[in-house]
Structure formats: structure tokens, C-alpha cells
């Protein structure tokens, strides 16, 4: 927990002082004055609340303060979603009108990892919230008009009423990290940390994830987790938890629904299926790519029908590619392959692309390549340009060399032009319908297992997370 | 021309003798027994013709005999589009039962070059069809069952008798390179050509092109082409010309219609919209991307709405985006500016990418970096995965780096995140809503006018040829 030491002491300080209903978003408090009348009143950070101030009067859920926000303005979460903040002062007015998000018992589980259990109702079952860090996790510093990390996963799973009917939650932040800067480290560690709350028992996994890398990590816990026994939802957000038009709320409780009530064992990603607020969408994670930079909609399923749409208002889970793997009644532990083999490059190929950059990798020790070719798997073969030796070269110092295209959408092919011919025939892999960075994680696992070509050719053409569609369906297309 | 020379003095022989209908496929022969018949008959290739051979018998157009295919099969194209070869022998009787794609004039206007004018009626505008090889020009070699290019344009246009009612045409093949080998320097004689075309008083220039490398094509002339008085199209195929399922005839006819019918003087791609042979999409060539591997309707608007679609039934151009250049009555000649750096590097950016990537090219003594960023434009900025070192090092180089994301659709932002501001403090040149091959493109013309950073940013950033929208349009998305 990034927490400071003293957020932490008052936090278990008014652990003891308030037992029912805790404030656990207490990385920051509220000046000293308000806090002082939040006690007296007995209001609690979650409560249902009414503000009047002047002629004005206000009603929400009481926030906790913004980060670096002003100490002395406190914040309501308003119906429609929004947050505002207002000055207190003379005259100021607090009144608590329910109890917002009550949770009937909050259970510090494994102080020293941070894991907190929300108990809404003992007869629910219970899901795991681990998080990862990103925007799902971030609210805008309003000073800056930045983001930041820094809701823990309790902070979220609070602002979310609809996990009540759901699920008890079992709240741990493993790492608080934008994704661009997530490594293949981060991404084991996430793994143990799912595959540990799965052995424990609970009904499924929510990761929450910044979005930028999402579908690298949906891919590597694809190869890394075995034997799954329930589903894991990666879920992000394309706007902070804090603004009124996040959909952090909605993929979460979506994603909190998928994975208490499927049938689904597999990694999926659980986010936006329309800018409409309508249903969330259940992609499987090797089929899945971040392909709109801001729209809450953007992870599209690629070549492959998606496995769920999720309602949100009735909570319906439409199952619309039924080719997914079950839950089984045998709880056998979930096991970690968690070998990669780091060092492998994936290159664009474009035209003018400076042949040398084979050498570079080669030079450097490089254990295998990925290529992002154009249409079906090609690169320049003719003149200077031709990539052709370079490829024999790899190929020879046992690298091997794998086919993807840029296109994104299809399937590459080995064998329909004459320059595919010429790839194929100097060993390169052509991996069907497997969309590139799947293919870059696949071959550092791949090779994390065997450096023998042949091992490594049979390995990458065999499906092993649904990364390669037998046939692609035509309605996948722009979906 | 790739003919031989003895393939183009059998040719100049036959007009000689057919002075109306010419056989313009001849390439390759049929075997000398049938070219005596056909001769006897009167027949030419393109005829309609009809051969019985036992009980069965066969209609439809005498076709070219095909590479390296047997002398001895007659090859028909069905009127379901299909390609059939009927053994040749005894007891097999062919018969002229229609004069097919009738051509009243075929001029040789510039031996040389090989340009031909197919005068249809002379009544009919004249329109350009520059070939520059592709699949749109090449034909199965049922042997291998490979892809080669192998028609000139004027071959193609024989294909398509829709064109009779739309213009003459003027044919010339440019080059017969498959697009993957395609390097700046041919792009630029592309360019070339279409503007002495144009500057001859064409009504309009159709170029055909492979596929892979199209958009890129179609980027380059929308820099380099200056004062543009009608529309280019540039045209592929995803299916070779040959295939019953070919959408060569189709998009050229759509692409005649436009270049001929519309007021749009743009670069622009013209191919299929939809998989159902109902109408091309006209979209502009700094927003077009080939999104997938083999459907026919792979090339797709990115970021903005189509400039029009073309409906292949009705010939109607419907406008669908109203903000285009027009045609002039102002026939100033068009200009070409063609000067490019070729030392421009794309770099996709991807967890675990080798930073020393940009030291490479740095060292390289390249010129302008692009990368293609993850989001909104992010790129590792924590530990030893961080770019932010080598980005400043190549900015402090004299090195623009501009950001593009491989979200593909949406915007880049220099500052919604703090990672992106760490990116834009150091000069991180933010692209809006450019595709990162377009970027690519546009950086390398940009290079080739200024090194002066102040002067690229300002350029990079200033729509020249529609490559940056000011507004995204929300049904833009995977259109």
C-alpha cells in the first residue's frame, strides 16, 4: 500500500473508534473542522448526505477530499454521477440522510499484504478486486486538470452500489501503476496474485488495469494461468472514477456480474460494449485490442466474436460465442507458467523500414522476432529493401521469426503470393489469425519453454488460449 | 513494359492485321493451332464466343491464354465471373456469337511509353488508368496456384465493360511491382505520372496499386501532389483479376465513374465498401488504412467519414462527407512537390520494447523518429524501460519525434495524463488524430523542406492534405 505511514495509523486509529461503518478512503482527510462535525454527526465518508449552504442545498454521497485538493471543500458524489466540491464555512449546514454504501462488516484479512474483505451480506458469495493501478484507479488532480493514480480497490468497490447484490468483495491492491509502465514482472506478479485468491476459493477475479497495456496483460495471464477455474475480468477505465462520465462504475459492477454468475472460465477483458452505457462486452483475453485512444467503447474484440455481453440495467449475461471454456466442479488449484523469455523484438515492417534493424536485435542477443507485416504477412523482398537475407540470417542463428500482419483484422497466409512463398520457404511462421502483440507475448512465453525451432514452430501454431481462431467469423469484422 | 520483345512485336504484327478490334492481352499465345483457328474465325480475344466440345458446350468471352498455363486450353470467362480452360482438340468447335468489349478506336498515342487510348465514343471524356502492378493486375498461375502480376492496365480495362459508357481511357503501365516492394522513389514517379496526365487534360487519373502498401501510396501523392484539378483514385484488388470473385472490375468501374462524374479533387482510395458488391467507398488518401488481410472491403475510413460512396448498380456518387476540395474551373497546371528525407524511423512502442532502439537510429544519422505510441501517445517512463532519456536525447539531437497512438482510431493528447506531459515537456510533437503511417510519410516530406524543429512542429502540425480532422466524427469509428 502506497499509503503514508500516518494515513495509515489514523485509518486503524478510527478503525476502533467507529466499528460499524468505516472510512476507508482515508489517504486524505478533510480540515480538521470538518472532520470534527463528520464525527459529531456521526457522517462517514459513503453516507448519503445533505448540504445546505445559503439558499442552496445539495444531496450525494460524501467523497473523500480530491489529492492536493483544497482541504476545506467537501465533496458529494451528485446523482448524475458528477463530483463537486463545496466550501465550508458559517453557515454551512450537514445533514445525514442515509447510509449510502453501508457494509455490514469490513474484515482485515491479511493486514501486512493490505487485503481488506467488504461483507455486504454473509450469504453472498465472495469475488477477488486486485489492483493494478490506472486511470480505473486515478482521479484528476482539478488543480492540474491531471490524472493521477490513486483509489485503492476498496475506494472503487465503495462507490459502486450495485456490488451489494453481487458479491462480498475481497479488496487488495497489488501495485498502483500506470500501464504504460507496467513490465512482464508486473505482470507475473499479477498472475500469482489472481491464481492466489483463486486457490482461496473465491467465485472469480476482477483485475483492474490502466488501459494503454490492458490487452498485453489479458494475453500474458491467458499463456500464464492453467487449469483456470473460474473467470478473471481485466477491467479499466477510459475516463477517472471521479468524473461523472467514467465508465469505471459500469465495468466494474459489469465485470463483477461476469464473474460471479458465468459459467466462463477464461480471461476475458470487461469493459464498454457502446458509448450507450448499455452492456459491457466479455473478450477473451488473446482476442482483444485497445482501438480508440479516449472512447469508453474502445477494446473490440479482433477476428473473433466476443463471449458476453453484459447487461448493465438488467444484469443479464448474453453469451454470444458459445466456444469458451467451462467452470468446472473440480477445484483443482490453479497453476502458474509464468517462464518468458524477455528478450524477443517485434517489428513493424513498413516500407523504407531500415533493413538493419535485424542485425541490431541479432547483435544483441535476441531470442526471437515478431513481424508486423502488411496484408497477408508480407515484407519488401525486391532490391536493398529486401528483408529476405536478414531473415535468413535470424533464422539461421536459431531466431525464430514470426509472421503477423498489421492489418490487425484477418488472417495472414504462407502461401497465396509468390513473396509469401519466398517467406515461408526461409522458415518464417505464418500465425493464422493471431493478432501481433499476442503473438510477441506468446513467443517470450514460448521460448521462456524451448529455444529448439521446431518445438518453437509447433508451439506457436498450436492454439493454447484461444489465440487462433479456427475460422474467422465475417460479423467480427469492425465489431 | 515488362513484355518481351518478342510478346510486343507479335502484338504490333496483329494490329497491323485487325485494324478495329485489336487483341491487346498477348502476352502469351494460345498454341499455334488455335491461333490459326481464331484467326480463320475472325476471332479475337475479348469476343464473345461460344465452344462445344462432346454434349457440353460454353459461353463466354475468349480470355488471354495464362501464364505459363497450357497453349492448348482455351480460356473462357464465364458470365458468372469465373475463368474456365476447355482442352483444345479434335471435334472442339468454336464459334463468334458477339463482338464482346467493342472498342471503336485503340490509338498507340506514345509508343515508347506504351501508352494506348481505348476510344469507346468519342463523345466520352477521356480518363488515365496508370498501372503500378498489385493484385488488381495480376492473374492466378493455376500450376502453383500463386498470385503474379501479370495485366497491364489496358488488359484490365478490357475486363470492364462498364467502362464504354464512362470514358475513353487512356492506359499506361508504370511499373509491374507487387506493393510491398514499392519504395519511395517509385511513389514518386507515380506521382509523376499522374500529373502529367492530369496537366494533358485528363478528366481524371485512376492508379492501380497492390494492396499492402496502398495507403501508403495514397498518402505520399496526397503530399506531394500540388493544385490538383480533378480527383486520383487509387485503386486494388484483393482478389486477382482472373477470380469469378474478383473485385478488380467492380472498383475500377466505381473509381471510372468517379474520377470522371465527382467534383472531388482529391487523392483519394476507391474500393469496395461492403463484402456485397453494392457500392466503393471514395476515402481520402491521408485516411484510409487496409484493416484486414483479405476481405474486399478491408480499406476503411480512420477517424473521419468516407468522402463519398459509389454505388456500382445505379452509378450514383453519394456524397457522405461534404468537406472536400473541389474541382477548379481553373485548369493551373498541377505541381508536384517530391522532395522527401528518407531517414525517418517508425518505432511501435511495446512493454519491454530495447530503448536502445533510438540509439540506433540515432546513430544512424536519421532524421525524424515516429512513434506510434500506446493511448493517447504514451511510451514507457519508469526504470529502465523508460524512453524518456533517449527521446530527449534524440530531440536534443535535432531529431523530431512525433507521437501517433496504435489505438489507430482517436486522438493523441500531450497532456490529459502526467506521463504524456513528461513526453510533451521534452518536445514530444503530438499529432492529433494522424495515423502513424501517415505520419510517417508526412514526416519524411516535412524533412525534406526543413530540419528547423520550430519549423517541423509547425508543419507536422498544420492539416496540408487532410490528414488531421478537427473534429472526430463518432460514426467514424470502425466504419
Chains 1, 2 share one sequence.
Not at 483456470?228 to 466494474?252: E, F, K, Y
Not at 454470444?320 to 517489428?347: G, M, W
Not at 523482398?381 to 536459431?398: D, N, R, V, Y
Request: with cysteine; charged share 25%; glycine share 8%.
Amino acid at each position: 500500500m502506497l499509503l503514508s505511514l500516518s494515513g495509515i495509523l489514523l485509518k486503524k486509529t478510527r478503525l476502533f473508534k467507529t466499528p460499524v461503518l468505516v472510512n476507508y478512503f482515508s489517504d486524505w482527510l478533510y480540515s480538521e473542522e470538518i472532520e470534527e462535525l463528520l464525527k459529531k454527526k456521526r457522517i462517514s465518508v459513503g453516507n448519503r448526505i445533505k448540504i445546505e449552504k445559503g439558499r442552496q442545498s445539495y444531496e450525494g454521497i460524501l467523497m473523500p477530499r480530491i489529492e492536493l485538493g483544497d482541504k476545506n471543500s467537501i465533496v458529494l458524489k451528485l446523482d448524475n454521477g458528477y463530483n463537486i466540491g463545496i466550501g465550508f464555512g458559517k453557515g454551512v449546514k450537514l445533514r445525514k440522510i442515509g447510509r449510502g454504501h453501508s457494509i455490514i462488516k469490513l474484515k482485515e484479512r491479511e493486514k501486512e499484504r493490505g487485503v481488506r474483505e467488504l461483507i455486504f451480506d454473509k450469504k453472498l458469495p465472495t469475488i477477488a478486486i486486485l489492483g493494478a493501478g490506472g486511470t480505473v484507479a486515478s482521479k484528476v488532480d482539478y488543480r492540474t486538470g491531471g490524472v493521477y493514480a490513486s483509489f485503492s480497490p476498496e475506494d472503487i468497490a465503495m462507490q459502486i452500489p450495485e456490488l451489494k447484490k453481487i458479491a462480498n468483495i475481497k479488496a487488495e491492491e497489488i501495485m498502483r501503476v500506470m500501464s504504460e509502465d507496467l513490465t512482464l514482472e508486473h505482470r507475473k506478479k499479477i498472475a500469482h496474485a489472481v491464481a492466489k485468491e483463486m486457490n482461496s476459493g473465491v467465485k472469480g477475479v476482477i483485475v483492474t488495469h490502466g488501459t494503454d497495456t490492458l490487452h498485453y496483460t489479458a494475453a500474458a495471464l491467458s499463456f500464464m494461468l492453467k487449469n483456470l477455474s473460474c473467470p478473471v475480468a481485466i477491467v479499466g477505465a477510459q475516463r477517472s472514477s471521479d468524473r461523472g462520465s467514467s465508465d469505471a462504475v459500469m465495468n466494474i459492477a459489469c465485470a463483477a456480474n461476469f464473474v460471479t454468475n458465468s459459467d466462463v472460465a477464461e480471461v476475458c477483458t470487461v469493459m464498454h460494449g457502446s458509448i450507450k452505457d448499455d452492456y459491457c462486452l466479455a473478450i477473451r483475453g488473446t482476442k482483444v485490442r485497445k482501438m480508440h485512444t479516449s472512447r469508453r467503447d474502445a477494446f473490440r474484440p479482433i477476428n473473433e466474436l466476443p463471449i458476453a455481453r453484459i447487461w448493465a440495467e438488467s444484469n443479464k449475461i448474453e453469451i454470444v460465442n458459445q466456444n469458451y471454456r467451462k467452470r468446472t466442479k473440480d477445484r483443482s488449484k490453479v497453476k502458474i507458467d509464468d517462464k518468458f523469455e524477455p528478450k524477443v523484438a517485434l517489428i513493424k515492417c513498413y516500407p523504407g523500414l531500415d533493413t538493419e534493424i535485424f542485425d541490431f536485435y541479432i547483435d544483441k542477443g535476441y531470442k526471437g522476432i515478431v513481424i508486423e507485416g502488411t496484408g497477408l504477412g508480407h515484407t519488401p523482398t525486391l532490391g536493398a529493401q529486401s528483408l529476405l537475407p536478414k531473415i535468413e540470417k535470424a533464422i539461421a542463428a536459431g531466431i525464430p521469426v514470426v509472421m503477423t500482419s498489421q492489418c490487425l483484422y484477418g488472417r495472414v497466409h504462407p502461401a497465396v503470393y509468390h513473396n509469401l512463398r519466398e517467406l515461408s520457404k526461409r522458415g518464417v511462421i505464418f500465425l493464422e489469425d493471431m493478432l501481433p502483440e499476442v503473438a510477441y507475448i506468446k513467443l517470450m512465453w514460448v521460448l521462456g519453454h524451448t529455444k529448439d525451432l521446431n518445438k518453437v514452430r509447433e508451439m506457436m501454431l498450436k492454439n493454447i488460449a484461444g489465440e487462433i481462431s479456427e475460422c474467422t467469423e465475417p460479423e467480427a469484422f469492425l465489431l
